[in-house]
């Protein structure tokens, strides 16, 4: 079965720190690409960041791309969101999507990816 469980999201003050993590599972043939997503109250989700799993190729979106790090440690299944810098409009709920196969589309098209987790509140305020 299946799972990506994120965790490491809470609330921060503008300035601060937070490293998001997704421990995924059941991926008995392995996966193409894992993506962090990100939904604010009343706007669509955005794709933050993904990682290509055949040679560790990252990719961010503008408004992170200088704040975000994405990594994965093989060994423990876990893909990693470092973010730098937080602004209040980072303030979001933070899911990770795993893609079984290659993108038809771009890597932030969230209709790419087959399997995603419950989320992780990352909230920045003063």
């Known amino acids: 079965q299946v799972q990506l469980v994120e965790s490491g999201g809470g609330l921060v003050q503008p300035g601060d720190s937070l490293r998001l993590s997704c421990a995924a599972s059941?991926?008995?043939?392995?996966?193409?690409?894992i993506a962090w997503f990100r939904q604010a109250p009343g706007k669509e989700r955005e794709g933050v960041s993904c990682?290509?799993?055949?040679?560790?190729?990252?990719f961010y979106a503008d408004s992170v791309k200088g704040r975000g790090t994405i990594s994965r440690d093989k060994a423990k299944n876990t893909v990693y969101l470092q973010m730098n810098s937080l602004k209040p409009e980072d303030t979001a709920l933070y899911y990770c999507?795993?893609?079984?196969?290659?993108?038809?589309?771009?890597?932030?098209?969230?209709?790419?990816?087959?399997?995603w987790g419950r989320g992780t509140q990352v909230t920045v305020s003063s």
């Open positions: 999507a795993a893609a079984l196969t290659s993108w038809y589309g771009e890597w932030r098209d969230s209709y790419e990816y087959d399997y």
């Open positions: 059941g991926f008995t043939s392995g996966y193409y690409a």
């Open positions: 990682i290509r799993s055949s040679d560790d190729s990252t």
